[in-house]
DNA sequence: GCCTAATGTAAAACCTGCTTTACATGGAGA
DNA sequence: TCTCCATGTAAAGCAGGTTTTACATTAGGC
């Protein structure tokens, strides 16, 4: 799966740090999503779409 | 999360193993999905949606 | 040149998702 | 009643997601 996680983060100022607080993971859980080393969880995408206020499909592509 | 697959699946009138077959998983994977017991990977739930023709948000939810 | 912040990555440990095999139960129909 | 189909569940094992700790690299500000 690939997802435009980084660009969408950047785009709102955010470091992975940030992020990862937002979202309540670690920094490296936001890295290695970023750089497509694994997928999210269901739960955790569905946080990534809250926090960025997008559709899970606005960001995650099959 | 919760999700409404069961009935889904019942108004397109297949039985599990039906789903199982559309979504290359197993019969017990439908099984412990609708019954709550886990949650899909993110793979997973884009193909759900796509047998579907719904999208994630539609299925399930936080 | 130094400090700090941001990013990338690695290993070990743990938990969750998914498989196969296998068995039990209930309902519908001959 | 017998059989068949659909459903629920369990155990063992492998794969993938997440954590913590820890270290290396790069870029910017002073």
Redesign the interface.
């Known amino acids: 799966?690939k997802n435009s996680l980084k660009a969408l983060r950047a785009e709102r100022g955010w470091s992975q740090a940030d992020l990862a607080g937002l979202l309540e993971v670690s920094r490296q859980t936001v890295n290695a999503i970023e750089n497509g080393r694994y997928?999210?969880?269901?739960?955790l995408?569905?946080?990534i779409?809250?926090v960025m206020q997008l559709?899970?499909?606005e960001i995650?592509e099959?």
């Open positions: 799966m997928d999210p969880s269901l739960p995408a569905f946080t779409a809250r559709r899970i499909e995650f099959e």
